[in-house]
């Protein structure tokens, strides 16, 4: 590999390139890119770790492992995936930014879990709920727990939850073990349900045509997380509140006419079914299933 980094400084619209002999060459940043370059101050990455630095305005450094074509799914085994629900990210942005917060047990829990996350010992993975749960904030604690987030993520991500649950249903009716292997990826384009990974650049040779879909997708994440606008979630919300609806006029019913508890599993099973009755059927014919 000739080149050993490249860096862009926003701030002087300039882009830099340094070569594995130690020459470096710099050149003019065009405006599209030095405007796509918000909220960051200065970025950097490095073709030997295969990470992407970003310094942003409050002056954190944020690191991405961007990963490479053909590398391993997931992480290591020596470093094991801990999945935090949103209440304990909240704790480790509060241990980061306002630690008067938390009592002695929890601060303690976070410190450590931020110092094996900075160590890399242990994989914090940034999933889509993460960013649903946090649409609606803005200011500094938006800023706050985004930079946490961002910061002890690096880069890696869930699947989401519709896309590994469609896995395993094709796996399942196939005939074998319904267990979606990469759920846990540096992979690009993979949180959100309707993501469709792009694939390789075609008009790009090695390595970049696999690392402009990785560089492009973590900058526009790191972006979007990093802005400080609140999103209107009214229409997500409405959509939800409908779809679950149905299922407490079904418990309600079950009670008042005192179903037994076999008949209330029959009823469970087949609202599941119900529920889940196009992504079965799309399953079954990818899986070659006949309708009968």
């Known amino acids: 590999m000739p080149f050993t980094s490249w860096e862009m400084d926003f701030q002087q619209q300039l882009a830099t390139i340094e070569l594995s002999g130690g020459q470096r060459e710099s050149f003019p940043m065009p405006e599209v890119i030095a405007a796509a370059g918000v909220p960051f101050l200065w970025s950097r990455f490095d073709f030997t770790s295969n990470t992407l630095s970003f310094t942003v305005a409050s002056g954190d450094k944020l690191v991405v492992?961007?990963?490479?074509?053909?590398?391993?799914?997931?992480?290591?085994p020596a470093r094991p995936v801990v999945y935090l629900d949103q209440l304990h990210?909240?704790?480790?942005?509060?241990?980061?930014?306002?630690?008067?917060?938390?009592?002695?047990a929890n601060g303690s829990a976070a410190t450590t879990l931020i110092q094996l996350t900075e160590a890399q010992r242990i994989v914090?993975?940034?999933?889509?709920?993460?960013?649903?749960?946090?649409?609606?904030?803005?200011?500094?604690?938006?800023?706050?727990?985004?930079?946490?987030?961002?910061?002890?993520?690096?880069?890696?991500?869930?699947?989401?939850?519709?896309?590994?649950?469609?896995?395993?249903?094709?796996?399942?009716?196939?005939?074998?073990?319904?267990?979606?292997?990469?759920?846990?990826?540096?992979?690009?384009?993979?949180?959100?349900?309707?993501?469709?990974?792009s694939g390789p650049a075609t008009d790009l040779p090695p390595p970049f045509?696999?690392?402009?879909?990785?560089?492009?997708?973590?900058?526009?994440?790191?972006?979007?997380?990093?802005?400080d606008e609140a999103m209107d979630m009214r229409e997500g919300h409405e959509a939800a509140?409908?779809?679950?609806?149905?299922?407490?006029?079904?418990?309600?019913?079950?009670?008042?006419?005192?179903?037994?508890?076999?008949?209330?599993?029959?009823?469970?099973?087949?609202?599941?079914?119900?529920?889940?009755?196009?992504?079965?059927?799309?399953?079954?014919?990818?899986?070659?299933?006949?309708?009968?």
């Open 65 to 76: 492992e961007v990963g490479a074509a053909g590398a391993a799914d997931g992480p290591p």
């Open 89 to 104: 990210w909240v704790s480790l942005a509060r241990q980061r930014h306002a630690p008067e917060k938390l009592n002695e």
């Open 124 to 197: 914090l993975p940034l999933s889509a709920g993460h960013l649903t749960e946090m649409a609606q904030l803005e200011g500094r604690w938006r800023a706050h727990l985004g930079l946490t987030i961002m910061g002890l993520s690096r880069g890696w991500q869930m699947q989401n939850p519709v896309a590994v649950r469609k896995t395993e249903f094709l796996l399942a009716m196939r005939g074998e073990s319904p267990r979606a292997l990469g759920v846990f990826t540096l992979e690009p384009e993979v949180l959100f349900a309707a993501s469709t990974p």
């Open 241 to 292: 509140e409908r779809w679950a609806a149905d299922f407490p006029r079904l418990a309600q019913y079950m009670r008042e006419h005192k179903t037994s508890a076999e008949h209330a599993r029959i009823n469970t099973r087949a609202r599941l079914i119900a529920d889940l009755g196009n992504e079965t059927a799309v399953a079954a014919k990818c899986a070659g299933l006949t309708p009968e």
């Open 209 to 227: 045509d696999d690392l402009l879909p990785r560089l492009t997708w973590a900058s526009a994440v790191y972006a979007a997380v990093l802005d």
